[in-house]
């Protein structure tokens, strides 16, 4: 009878000892990466991921030739590469080619192979993992690089990139036919080659300055030398070039010639008659201040735009015409181009009309001195830009609103949601999302007509505007379809309590063209980040209960979260007329 000892020996590699066959297969049968083993070109083993990522089952796959599942175009580059790393035996280099899943898309891997025994016979070990999300981003990036570069190529502005040392590294055809030089030309030399002497030192304190705040430098006027000698005046925008890793590395320009709009400003100096005759006949306003601020000459556009004659304005303060509330920050900009001396393009501000209405307006100043070249004061071209704003209030309004309610869409809704997320994630608080659509509206369209119809939504909306809170929004999304969203919903009984108030909302009935129109609504509600944290799944679930709530008696509302489901009573359905 063999001993105790012996008697354990067989089992002891069960109880006391790894399997490490075992445990290397199911390592990798846990991996998610596509692993396999080919001999004699066929597949004889393959991970379950491998499986997931092609659509094929095991079973399918195993016997199969491995090179079948590659995209025919690339079979060569994948065999002389694969047969490359194996015989080389000092470890595979990763390799790219396209693999046809089994629904045919095309799906791009990054592969290596090596060599193993396997049963006692040669084999091959491959392992993959899916890029085909990396190579579209590559493709776009591509495809938009491309794209401003062509831009760049023909704007008219000048546009170019310098590194550290103001060597060009890029120049576009602009700058090429303003200096007379070809690219070729250019890339590589400093900056100062094409920069007159005396103004090397300001153009070099203007890229050190953004190089050390970072801001970029707008309208920074200087000379530009051109290769056949002559002097071009041009205005440029500085600001810093980075690396991925956030690191300068240079800077970025777009400059415009500015010689013939300096000529025309020198001759309308030099002759004060001309120059006044111009003020008066040209469309936009022009007037000039002391440094007090107080008006010294207004042009009689000016003081038309203002509602006011010349001889009120001259000596009143610039106060008298500009919105309160502006006061402070155009004093800001007239202090910025008295510090610095470079005139402000473009400030916008409000203008309060003598009788009393408000005009949006856009202002250029400048600085204005005299004989000696001493400051007095400023010179300002302004331009009636209040039809433009309205315009662009206009188009803001048509973009995050509905045309029919006038409530937010969908757009505008996304934008709260994402702010409002924001809020919940730092507060640690909940957001409801709420499903509105009305039980059986078509009935009130086929009986009483589209506009009816819309005289019922409109009156819902004030209703609804009416019942929610004034940190919340209510949207409208499509035909009857409208979304609440409830901000920082500490307790689900919040939600409980707005759908019942809405619900309740609606036993009053909508008196539209003399009829009483008694409506019902179904509801749905879901709540971040229980249920979803991003607002397509939230609403998707939200909608999901919605429908659900219609389709089982409507006038109703019930919440996603399983196991919670608050149904609202007497839930009858169907509007009453």
Not at 253 to 275: H, M, N, Q
Not at 469 to 493: N, P, Q
Not at 511 to 519: A, E, K, R
Request: net charge neutral.
């Amino acid at each position: 009878m063999p001993s105790k000892s012996k008697q354990n020996k067989g089992k002891g590699r069960m109880s006391g000892q790894v399997d490490y066959v075992a445990l290397s297969r199911d390592l990798v049968d846990a991996v998610e990466s596509g692993v396999y083993i080919v001999q004699y070109k066929k597949f004889v083993y393959v991970n379950p991921f491998f499986a997931k990522l092609t659509g094929y089952s095991r079973e399918e796959l195993i016997g199969t030739r491995s090179l079948k599942l590659v995209l025919p175009q690339d079979r060569p580059s994948v065999r002389k590469k694969a047969t490359r790393n194996l015989k080389s035996r000092l470890g595979s280099r990763p390799y790219e080619y396209r693999f046809i899943k089994k629904n045919g898309e095309i799906m791009w891997v990054m592969e290596r192979v090596s060599p193993i025994g396997y049963m006692g016979q040669e084999a091959t070990l491959g392992s993959f993992v899916d890029i085909t999300e990396r190579k579209r981003l590559e493709e776009a990036l591509a495809h938009s690089e491309k794209t401003y570069r062509t831009i760049l190529e023909r704007m008219y502005d000048s546009y170019y990139e310098v590194d550290l040392a103001g060597n060009f590294t890029f120049v576009n055809d602009s700058v090429c036919r303003n200096l007379g030089y070809s690219s070729e030309e250019m890339v590589g030399q400093s900056y100062r080659f094409t920069t007159p002497p005396d103004d090397i030192k300001p153009l070099f304190i203007a890229f050190n300055q953004v190089f050390n705040t970072g801001i970029p430098n707008i309208g920074f006027a200087h000379g530009i030398l051109r290769k056949d000698g002559s002097i071009i005046l041009v205005e440029s925008s500085i600001s810093v070039r980075e690396n991925e890793q956030g690191e300068i590395i240079g800077f970025r320009s777009v400059s415009r010639d500015i010689t013939e709009r300096k000529r025309l400003e020198e001759a309308l100096v030099r002759s004060e008659e001309r120059y006044r005759t111009i003020l008066e006949q040209m469309q936009d306003s022009y007037y000039e201040v002391d440094l007090a601020g107080n008006y010294t000459f207004i042009s009689e556009s000016a003081g038309h735009s203002l509602g006011y004659s010349r001889e009120e304005l001259i000596g009143k303060n610039y106060r008298i015409s500009v919105f309160e509330e502006d006061v402070k920050s155009i004093f800001a900009a007239f202090n910025e181009v008295y510090r610095t001396g470079k005139p402000n393009k473009g400030f916008a501000y409000r203008i309060r009309h003598k009788d009393g209405s408000i005009i949006f307006s856009e202002v250029s100043v400048d600085l204005k001195k005299n004989d000696q070249g001493v400051v007095t004061g400023f010179k300002c071209v302004n331009r009636d830009i209040t039809e433009r704003k309205k315009l662009e209030q206009k188009l803001v309004e048509m973009a995050t609103h509905d045309f029919l309610t006038g409530l937010p869409n969908r757009v505008l809704l996304l934008d709260r949601f994402n702010i409002a997320v924001a809020l919940a994630h730092r507060n640690k608080a909940r957001l409801a999302a709420m499903s509105l659509d009305l039980d059986d509206f078509k009935t009130i369209n086929d009986t009483f007509g589209h506009d009816a119809g819309d005289q019922v939504l409109k009156a819902i909306s004030t209703r609804l505007t009416g019942i929610i809170r004034a940190s919340d929004t209510v949207a409208r999304v499509g035909g009857d379809e409208f979304i609440l969203l409830m901000l920082e919903t500490k307790h689900m009984e919040d939600a409980t309590a707005i759908a019942q108030k809405i619900r309740d909302s609606f036993t009053e009935p909508f008196s539209i063209d003399g009829h009483q129109l008694h409506l019902t609504t179904s509801i749905g509600i879901a709540v971040y980040p229980e249920d979803a944290e991003d607002m397509e799944t939230l609403i998707k679930k939200s909608d999901a209960m919605m429908y659900y709530s219609k389709g089982h008696g409507g006038n109703q509302f019930r919440f996603f979260s399983d196991g919670d489901i608050r149904v609202s009573e007497d839930h009858k359905s169907a509007p009453r007329i």
